[in-house]
C-alpha cells in the first residue's frame, strides 16, 4: 500500500511560485505524483508548470491497471513528449510566453516498481532506512561539468550557472525524456522534489528528517523547513511518496 504527502512553498525571496505538484491517489490502482518547476519571466513559468503537470496528469487517465510495465514507460514518456509539444506551440504563439520552460519529474508507482520520467533538475531519491540514492540525473550545465572532471560535486552546489538547464519541458519541439523503472519494498520512501529544495538540504540532512516511522505530513514540512532555514532562495516542493504495508493513502498540501 502507498501513503503521500506533499507540499509547495514560495520560499523566502521570490514573488511568485513557479513549482507545481500533484499527487493522484489511485489511477487505476497506481500512485502519480508530479513535480514541475517553472522558469521564464512574466509569470510564463508559473504557466509552464501548470500546464505541465495538468497535461500529464490529463494523458495518464486512460491507463489500465492490466497494462505491462514496458508499456507504462511507454505511455509516460509519449505523455510527456505531447506536453512538451503543447506548451512549446502555446508559448511560441505568444510574444510574452516566448522561451518559457519547465522541469518534470513524474512517477507511476504500485507497491513493487516504480516508473519515473523526468527532464531538467528536479528529482527524485529512493531513501530505504538510513541510505538515501539520486535515481535522476540533472540536465544541468553544471552536472555536465561534473560527469566531465571540470568542476567538483562540491563547487557545483554554489556555482554561479548552476541554474542553467541543458534540458526542459516546452522550450524546444522536441524532447528527449529519461524515463527509468525501479523497484521498491514495503519501508521504501521516495522523495520528489524541486532543486529549491536539493540545493539547500543534503541528502544525509533529507534521510535525517523522514527516516523512521510515523505520518508523512511532518516529514515533509520539516524538509520544507530546513530549505528555509537555509536561506529558502527559491520556490519549494517536496512529494513523499511512502510504500507502506496495510494502511490507506493520503495526501496534504497546497492546491495546485
Not at 510564463?44 to 508548470?49: I, W
Not at 514496458?70 to 506536453?83: F, K, P
Amino acid at each position: 500500500m502507498r501513503r503521500a504527502a506533499y507540499q509547495t512553498d514560495i520560499g523566502r525571496v521570490r514573488m511568485i511560485n513557479e513549482d507545481r505538484a500533484v499527487v493522484q491517489e489511485n489511477l487505476s490502482g497506481l500512485t502519480l505524483a508530479i513535480v514541475a518547476d517553472g522558469m521564464g519571466g512574466h509569470q510564463a513559468g508559473d504557466m509552464a508548470s501548470s500546464m505541465a503537470v495538468e497535461l500529464i496528469e490529463q494523458g495518464l487517465q486512460s491507463l489500465h491497471p492490466e497494462v505491462p510495465w514496458e508499456e507504462r514507460q511507454t505511455l509516460l514518456r509519449e505523455t510527456i513528449e505531447t506536453a512538451n509539444e503543447k506548451i512549446f506551440e502555446f508559448a511560441a504563439q505568444r510574444d510574452n510566453y516566448h522561451g518559457m520552460g519547465t522541469t518534470v519529474v513524474a512517477v507511476l508507482a504500485d507497491d513493487e516498481h516504480a516508473v519515473i520520467g523526468h527532464i531538467g533538475d528536479s528529482r527524485a531519491y529512493l531513501i530505504r532506512g538510513e541510505s538515501i540514492e539520486q535515481i535522476t540525473e540533472d540536465h544541468s550545465l553544471v552536472n555536465e561539468l561534473v560527469r566531465s572532471g571540470q568542476i567538483s560535486r562540491e563547487e557545483a552546489i554554489h556555482h554561479p550557472r548552476r541554474n542553467v538547464l541543458t534540458r526542459a519541458l516546452g522550450t524546444e519541439p522536441t524532447i528527449e525524456v529519461d524515463v527509468q523503472q525501479i523497484n521498491w519494498q514495503s519501508g521504501d520512501l521516495l522523495l520528489i522534489c524541486s532543486d529549491g529544495l536539493s540545493n539547500l538540504v543534503e541528502p544525509a540532512q533529507m534521510v535525517q528528517q523522514v527516516a523512521g516511522g510515523g505520518e508523512l505530513e511532518p516529514k515533509v514540512q520539516r524538509l520544507v523547513h530546513d530549505a528555509l532555514e537555509a536561506g529558502g532562495d527559491d520556490n519549494i516542493t517536496v512529494v513523499l511518496l511512502a510504500n507502506v504495508e496495510g494502511g490507506h493513502l493520503h495526501n496534504d498540501g497546497e492546491a495546485r
